[in-house]
T-cell receptor, first 112, second 112 residues
Framework: GIQVEQSPPDLILQEGANSTLRCNFSDSVNNLQWFHQNPWGQLINLFYIPSGTKQNGRLSATTVATERYSLLYISSSQTTDSGVYFCAVISNSGGSNYKLTFGKGTLLTVNP | DSGVTQTPKHLITATGQRVTLRCSPRSGDLSVYWYQQSLDQGLQFLIQYYNGEERAKGNILERFSAQQFPDLHSELNLSSLELGDSALYFC???????????FGEGSRLTVL
């Protein structure tokens, strides 16, 4: 099956700093999503971005499908950005198996 | 609020028991997915239903079963529970097979 690798596994920032999270995947995809899991365990949709660039406030994401990677940018980080960021993909060579495969996540800690 | 409703939010039970987790998808979504998140295994796909029919199966144990009803809500049944079944169980829904998935808040199961 498709492999999803996220880096870095852990990241500690001071409030106000910027960061880039990376997601590499091993096969072509027809779905790529970024999620934020907050300290209460909720999985919050950030972006649905199988290709191209999107922005939402201080967050933006870019997926280069031909090179099989996606980047999540967080600018002017806040303590509420802390949590785990997951990248998840659906391979388009999975036949009828359309499961969303998750990476192991990046644990982000933003200190005041 | 993703629009996906899961009940119960928390459940504590004993080994050997059986529990049922319930999920109501977003209005209009035909596809329902179940995921398990444990500390050592990350987010693992269990099973997918589309419009009442099973479409894909992941790492779901034989002690676990699921179904999607005509009104599109879904239930995940976990039986002969073991300590290792303690985890956060998520339901997600989407309109299509490969569209954006939206996750519920999860059901946290603790087996004592």
């Amino acid at each position: 099956g498709i492999q999803v690798e996220q880096s870095p596994p852990d990241l500690i920032l001071q409030e106000g700093a910027n960061s880039t999270l990376r997601c590499n995947f091993s096969d072509s995809v027809n779905n790529l999503q970024w999620f934020h899991q907050n300290p209460w365990g909720q999985l919050i949709n950030l972006f649905y971005i199988p290709s191209g660039t999107k922005q939402n406030g201080r967050l933006s994401a870019t997926t280069v499908a031909t090179e099989r990677y996606s980047l999540l940018y967080i600018s002017s980080s806040q303590t509420t950005d802390s949590g785990v960021y997951f990248c998840a993909v659906i391979s388009n060579s999975g036949g009828s198996n359309y499961k969303l495969t998750f990476g192991k996540g990046t644990l982000l800690t933003v200190n005041p | 609020d993703s629009g996906v409703t899961q009940t119960p939010k928390h459940l504590i039970t004993a080994t050997g028991q059986r529990v049922t987790l319930r999920c109501s998808p977003r209005s209009g979504d035909l596809s329902v997915y179940w995921y398990q998140q444990s500390l050592d295994q990350g987010l693992q796909f269990l099973i997918q239903y589309y419009n009442g029919e099973e479409r894909a199966k992941g790492n779901i144990l034989e002690r676990f079963s699921a179904q999607q009803f005509p009104d599109l809500h879904s239930e995940l049944n976990l039986s002969s529970l073991e300590l290792g079944d303690s985890a956060l169980y998520f339901c997600a829904s989407s309109v299509l097979f490969t569209g954006e998935l939206f996750f519920g808040e999860g059901s946290r199961l603790t087996v004592l």
